[in-house]
């Protein structure tokens, strides 16, 4: 089959499915705690100054609260190439956007790259290709973090991020892991203004309200309806980062799992990591300036 009528096949099962649930509109929606489909997302493509190319991919895990763990390997692939490009094994609930990217070379062309999941007995691709339309840049990915359709600041640089403690690391059960991140960020786009235009210095009681709804946020560690790694924490102060279990065996808990740094500019933020089961675990933190993320990985061997 032919790339462009694979595509087609694509596109045809999509409309099925959306006429299958327009003519069941009149039932309820149904929600899923366990046993369904995670579907790998393409998000499109973005152009390199060095010619290449970067794809770029996401998931929907259609399960409200089961985390499935897919190992890379005949269930949890990309093709052409090598298998493993650095994708999840460990898949949160609900939507998570821009989670990895995958570096393609500048002659790339009209082939495919497709990541192909099996989860819950169902398989599921992602067919990442560089057609125009599916080109993205930071306005794009600033108004599908849901911040906003009005564009994105040309001169906004990535955040940068650190682990002073190295990104190899050992603990015993039942110890858990103090992990510290160093940020820094040039302070674009910097914070949003409160929405009633007041100062946050001179409305302490709104300045208090934003800080109990960023402690609410870091403390949910799979939101139901969101992504886990959400804007919205580095919205108040133009940045944050949000741990996630990137790969690996059993829970991991972060206390807690978002952080925002104060000031917008830099700073070090801390975090509590609790592991469940011993193993190779891979964690991964985003630095977040509310558009751009910068991940690192961080390799736990848990004894």
Same mark, same amino acid.
Request: zero cysteines; aromatic letters at 8%.
């Given at each position: ?114 990541? #192909? $999941? %099996? *989860?819950?007995?169902?398989? @599921?691709?992602?067919? /990442?290709?560089?057609? +125009?339309?599916?080109?993205? !840049? ?39 892991? #103090? $992990? %510290? *991140?160093?940020?820094?960020? @040039?302070?674009?786009? /910097?914070?949003?203004? +409160?929405?009633?235009?007041? !100062? ?41 980062? %949000? ?12 206390? +807690? ?47």
């Amino acid at each position: 089959m032919t790339t462009r009528r694979r595509r087609r096949v694509a596109t045809g099962a999509w409309v099925a499915f959306v006429t299958l649930v327009a003519a069941a509109g009149a039932h309820a929606q149904l929600r899923f705690d366990r046993g369904q489909n995670v579907a790998p997302v393409f998000e499109g493509w973005e152009q390199n100054q060095d010619g290449t190319f970067t794809m770029v991919f996401g998931y929907l895990n259609r399960n409200y609260e089961e985390m499935p763990e897919i190992p890379v390997g005949p269930n949890n692939m990309l093709e052409p190439g090598p298998a493993d490009r650095g994708q999840p094994t460990r898949f949160y609930p609900r939507r998570q956007q821009f989670i990895f990217r995958v570096q393609v070379p500048s002659d790339w062309g009209e082939k495919d790259l497709v990541w #192909t $999941l %099996t *989860a819950n007995g169902r398989t @599921d691709q992602a067919i /990442g290709s560089l057609w +125009p339309s599916w080109k993205i !840049d930071d306005g794009v990915i600033k108004a599908n973090r849901g911040m906003g359709i009005n564009g994105a600041p040309a001169d906004n640089q990535q955040p940068s991020v650190a682990v002073p403690g190295g990104t190899e690391l050992t603990v015993t059960l039942p110890d858990t892991l #103090t $992990l %510290t *991140a160093v940020l820094g960020d @040039d302070g674009i786009p /910097g914070p949003t203004a +409160p929405r009633n235009g007041s !100062d946050a210095d001179e409305d302490p009681d709104a300045a208090a309200r934003r800080a109990a709804a960023r402690a609410r946020a870091a403390r949910v560690q799979s939101p139901n309806n969101q992504a886990v790694v959400d804007a919205r924490v580095a919205r108040d102060t133009g940045l944050a980062i %949000t741990w996630t279990h990137y790969r690996g065996p059993g829970a991991v808990t972060f206390d +807690p799992m978002s952080i925002a740094i104060e000031g917008g500019r830099g700073g070090e933020a801390t975090t509590t990591v609790s592991f469940a089961e011993p193993g190779t675990h891979v964690l991964r933190g985003y630095a977040d300036d509310s558009i751009h993320t910068t991940p690192i990985d961080v390799t736990v061997t848990v004894k």
